[in-house]
């Protein structure tokens, strides 16, 4: 729902922060423009730059213009705190590697001041918007539910979520259908609905009756239109399916499907996979050319045995591929049965050290250049474990529909390491399949970033 609203919103809301740091850089810089320790007008252009770039890139990376993040003040503002935490740290950083920050540290304090107090007017500016909407008849939208049944009430839960500029105002059953208590109005007489509806001063009308159900909806469907009122009806197929499904059509026909799928999309795939190979021709040229050779030293130095360790993981629709990694263990023969778990006897001095920094996972660029795995996507398991899960796991097999990642989104969301029971192995599907039905360009770069973020703050499940 208020879909182009929310976008327009989320756009303001970005604007609105960028003009407040280079409105705090510009201050910044008429300040000291004639200061002896400004030698280059480049470089504060350069942390202008800098200063802009990070700020997109963190905000969209830990999701700070969500919908989620946006729809409630309190959250908005605790993100906007870590975001803005993080990104000022990474700017010191930036300097101090540069050997800048000595120079520029009081012209940072400077910068760090003025926009903090932007994005803080900023806030208080939103929340005036919001108090605006939620005053103003035309831009709230108030909605009647027709029905009180388990789909009613995950709708109400859902417009509750929904939350900017949405207003329940109850529901309409007939007196022997309700068997609970609710916090909403509830009235009486499916019949009268739209009476009702008009009394409320209502816009919409959703019902989760349908007209196979009851054939009073066709009635009601056309009184509400003669009442200038929407009415929509929300099936459900709870009976046989207990997940959302996908409407698409083919001409005039509509078909069902279980779950969106983006990468069924040529295009889409297209896309993913020239990203894959930019990036991966990228790492390999620039960064596994100097690393292959210094790691390969270490690792022979440290231990006997082969400088990669290739196995067996399972692929693309099932299909298995040997996956590489620079050798972290021991030779040993459970490699192919037996997860990593902490503290293993098996994983050498060295070996910690590459699993830590995630450093033993840069060969399987060489599997995403050739085809076999993607950048990001879900982590392949071993094929003995391919085959238990499945067993245990509802919908395990349908993560299989994508290219198997170096990264993935159950990952950066904490969910790697050893699984030691079937909950953890049931969250990571889960993640899989969001992914699966959320994929974009977009997505895959801010799991990316994530991923350098996770490798520099440190996973305790790195192990």
């Known amino acids: 729902m208020n879909t182009e609203f929310r976008k327009s919103l989320r756009t303001i809301l970005v604007l609105m922060d960028l003009i407040a740091i280079n409105l705090a850089w510009l201050i910044m810089y008429?300040?000291?423009?004639?200061?002896?320790?400004?030698?280059?007008?480049?470089?504060f252009y350069s942390f202008a730059f800098f200063a802009n770039l990070l700020w997109i890139s963190i905000s969209f990376a830990v999701g700070l213009y969500d919908e989620q993040a946006i729809n409630t003040i309190d959250f908005f503002s605790q993100k906007t705190a870590q975001v803005y935490s993080f990104w000022l740290?990474?700017?010191?950083?930036?300097?101090?590697?540069?050997?800048?920050l000595n120079n520029m540290l009081e012209q940072l304090i400077y910068f760090s001041f003025f926009s903090l107090l932007g994005i803080s007017v900023n806030r208080f500016f939103y929340l005036g918007i919001?108090?605006?909407l939620s005053l103003q008849h035309d831009m709230v939208n108030r909605v009647l539910i027709l029905g009180f049944n388990d789909t009613a009430k995950k709708l109400a839960k859902y417009l509750e979520e929904d939350g900017l500029n949405t207003k329940l105002m109850g529901f309409v059953e007939n007196e022997e259908n309700m068997t609970e208590l609710t916090t909403y109005p509830v009235y009486a007489n499916i019949n009268n609905a739209v009476n009702v509806a008009k009394q409320l001063n209502v816009h919409e009308i959703f019902s989760t009756i349908t007209p196979e159900q009851n054939n009073v909806i066709y009635r009601l469907i056309r009184d509400a239109e003669e009442q200038c009122l929407r009415f929509k009806v929300v099936p459900t197929l709870s009976s046989h399916v207990n997940t959302a499904v996908v409407v698409d059509f083919i001409k005039d026909l509509p078909v069902l499907s279980m779950?969106?799928?983006?990468?069924?999309?040529?295009?889409?795939?297209?896309?993913?996979?020239?990203?894959?190979?930019?990036?991966?021709?990228?790492?390999?040229?620039f960064i596994l050319s100097w690393l292959i050779p210094l790691v390969a030293m270490l690792i022979l130095l440290d231990s006997r045995g082969p400088v990669f360790f290739t196995q067996l993981r399972t692929g693309l629709t099932d299909n298995p591929f040997y996956c590489y990694k620079f050798r972290t263990m021991r030779v040993n023969n459970e490699s192919d049965s037996k997860q990593a778990t902490k503290?293993?006897?098996?994983?050498?001095?060295?070996?910690?050290?590459?699993?830590?920094?995630?450093?033993?996972?840069?060969?399987?660029?060489?599997?995403?250049?050739?085809?076999?795995?993607?950048?990001?996507g879900p982590r392949p398991h071993m094929l003995k474990h391919t085959s238990e899960y499945a067993k245990i796991v509802d919908h395990y097999m349908i993560r299989q529909m994508l290219k198997p990642g170096i990264t993935g989104w159950a990952q950066v969301n904490g969910l790697r390491g050893e699984i030691s029971n079937p909950i953890q192995i049931q969250q990571r599907v889960a993640c899989d399949l969001w992914y699966l039905e959320h994929w974009s360009i977009g997505l895959d770069i801010k799991i990316m970033f994530l991923t350098i973020y996770k490798v520099f703050v440190g996973d305790k499940h790195a192990y």
């Open 30 to 43: 008429l300040y000291f423009s004639t200061a002896e320790l400004n030698e280059s007008n480049s470089i």
């Open 259 to 285: 779950r969106a799928d983006p990468l069924e999309d040529v295009g889409n795939r297209m896309k993913k996979r020239i990203l894959d190979v930019f990036i991966s021709g990228m790492v390999i040229i």
């Open 89 to 100: 740290v990474l700017i010191a950083t930036i300097l101090a590697y540069a050997t800048l």
């Open 343 to 376: 503290n293993d006897s098996r994983v050498t001095r060295l070996g910690a050290l590459l699993r830590k920094t995630s450093i033993d996972e840069f060969p399987q660029f060489f599997n995403v250049f050739r085809g076999e795995m993607s950048l990001v």
């Open 130 to 132: 919001k108090k605006y």
